[in-house]
């Protein structure tokens, strides 16, 4: 099996190094792992830092190619969210609509699902990761104006969670408008009693504990998506697939 994977830099496979002090790329994240146990062979497009208006340029370079893989992976939704913190903590009264706004994001999606499509590819897409708000939290205003911020957020720092969780949600909505089967891996922390474990320093990036429970929870959906579809029972009879959703 071999799969394409355009996404941010969760695909990417970045994550904190708290005794480095700075972002690497893991050579344990989740598309590593299922590669070393299923086999699959990954051609991994992603890039640190794109949004969906991003990672639909990066795509266009590569649609002629989307039909020599099994699947095309899409995974995005956590820069297209954020929000300038900056503004946030200077003008704390002045509503935002992170970078890429919800009516723009569905459009985007709805639009590089459907280019796949078009170029013979199989699209997959995925929920987003949560954000631990705490941890968020002081991320982002570690050189800011706390209180301000604070007030931007209406004094409820689960207010960041719950803003994050509403582009998660919307791959719902772009899986049901475009037949496009959605992989929650959302599902793989919030089942867990003590998800913000598995969340890096910053609040946002799966560590490599994170990244195990992706690659784990993703084998589990993706082979269960085959089973409803074909009765498949196993990895070994998992190609050539059409998935239903």
Known sequence: ??????????????????????????????????????????????????????????????????????????????????????AASENPDQPQTGQIGTEDFVDNYVRMINKVKEHGGRPLIMTLPPLEPHKFFEWVTKDLDKFNVMTFLKNDKTNIYRWQEEYSDLIFEIGDRTDTPVIDIRRAFLESSSYGDMISLDGMHPNEEGHKAIAGFLEDEWLDLAKRATNIISWSELLPLEFAC
Do not use: Q
């Open 1 to 86: 099996m071999n799969i394409c994977v355009f996404g941010d830099s969760i695909a990417k496979g970045v994550v904190y190094d708290e005794e480095k002090e700075k972002y690497v790329f893991s050579k344990n994240c989740f598309l590593d792992i299922i590669s070393r146990n299923l086999g699959v062979t990954v051609k991994n497009f992603a890039r640190f830092g794109s949004t969906t208006e991003k990672g639909e340029m990066i795509l266009d370079k590569h649609l002629e190619e989307v039909s020599d893989y099994d699947y095309t992976l899409l995974e995005f939704g956590g820069n297209d969210c954020d929000l300038d913190w900056k």
